[in-house]
């Protein structure tokens, strides 16, 4: 099979030079300085964020695109992918029988490890935050961290906090994965129950707040409320990573690399709609390594040969021949729901 690739993307990456040799040794095959089109006009396109608006006269009925959608979030995108009847596989919702969600994994990581380290770059004075350090120093207080959701988002950004030595507290609903968190971080994090009031309680004296609040496939629900921001301190900082999701702060709208944070009650927000864009190098590796069988079992099988053959896969087909084929999603969409086989026909 032939791959094709987009030399300036290449080059944005990291993994071709300005004499366009190819640096990455982690894909084989043609490579080509193509056009858009030449790279849709294929059987199967594997992408790491849902298609832009400008790429949606390229779906069609024949088509499989692989790649993150987050359609409860995005029903710009679902609209386009229904009309077009374009089959569409989503990273998010490939879904293993222990309900663990194996290719949002890598990108949830290396979010969750950003996120600290974005926060704690716009805690500096410079940068419009309080001008806190999280380690503290001798005879000063550390950074208060409050990480809201103990997934794979919440627990790598706990890690990096505390690892600056900040004083660190993470909350979920679910008092089973805060056990286990215990078990593994004795003694350099908190974790508290989450709810309303423990989450207004925490903010109150937070100087950075990660959300982290995941519901596979569905829209992020809204955990921290315009209040709960108002009360925060004047240049603490939240970081919003559930923003793919929609976001699960009130106050959240979505940014960009170039222009990351914006101030809502004197706090500074940073809400970047797909983080680990800004460390491509190591997060091309991180989404290849486990997307890749994946990929290779899809162009070999077919859709529905890989769907019928990997409950994994089948779970992730969002849409298919003009159905939305996700639960949740539907129901978030307000669509109705088509399972997958009986959508790929």
């Given amino acids: 099979r032939q791959v094709l690739a987009q030399e300036a993307e290449l080059f944005l990456l990291g993994f071709l030079d300005l004499d366009d040799h190819l640096l990455c040794p982690c894909v084989r095959g043609r490579w080509h300085d193509r056009r858009a089109a030449d790279a849709w006009a294929q059987e199967m396109v594997v992408k790491v964020k849902e298609p832009k608006e400008e790429e949606f006269g390229f779906l069609r009925e024949d088509l499989t695109l692989f790649t993150y959608l987050h359609l409860a979030a995005y029903p710009k995108v679902a609209d386009a992918l229904?009309?077009?009847?374009t089959t569409a596989i989503a990273y998010e919702t490939v879904q293993l029988l222990d309900g663990s969600l194996p290719l949002l994994a890598p990108m949830s990581e290396i979010a969750g490890r950003l996120a600290t380290q974005a926060g704690a770059r716009f805690l500096e004075r410079p940068q419009g935050g309080r001008g806190v350090l999280m380690g503290g120093a001798p005879g000063v207080k550390p950074a208060n961290v409050v990480v809201i959701g103990a997934g794979n988002v919440g627990y790598n950004a706990a890690w990096i906090a505390a690892g600056m030595l900040a004083n660190v507290t993470i909350m979920d609903r679910n008092l089973d994965r805060l056990r286990?968190?215990?078990?593994?971080?004795?003694?350099?994090?908190?974790?508290?129950?989450?709810?309303?009031?423990?989450?207004e309680r925490a903010l109150?004296?937070?100087?950075?707040v990660v959300g982290a609040v995941l519901v596979a496939g569905a829209k992020a629900p809204i955990v921290v409320t315009e209040d709960m921001v108002r009360s925060m301190k004047k240049g603490s900082v939240i970081v919003d990573v559930a923003v793919d999701q929609g976001g699960c702060v009130a106050t959240t709208r979505e940014t960009t690399h170039s222009e990351p944070t914006y101030v809502v009650h004197d706090v500074v927000h940073y809400a970047v709609g797909n983080m680990p864009g800004a460390v491509p190098n190591t997060s091309t590796y991180a989404l290849t390594n486990a997307t890749l069988p994946y990929q290779l079992e899809i162009a070999t099988l077919g859709a529905r040969g890989a769907a019928m053959k990997s409950d994994a896969i089948r779970l992730g087909v969002n849409t298919a021949n003009g159905h939305v084929c996700n639960e949740p999603v539907a129901r978030d969409l307000g669509k109705d729901f088509v399972e997958a086989l009986t959508a790929l026909g």
């Avoid at 229904?82 to 009847?85: A, G, L, T």
């Avoid at 286990?180 to 989450?199: C, D, F, M, Y």
């Avoid at 109150?204 to 950075?208: G, I, K, S």
């Fill in 204 to 208: 109150a004296d937070a100087d950075l």
């Fill in 180 to 199: 286990h968190l215990e078990q593994i971080a004795v003694g350099k994090t908190t974790t508290v129950a989450s709810n309303r009031g423990s989450i």
């Fill in 82 to 85: 229904i009309k077009s009847r």
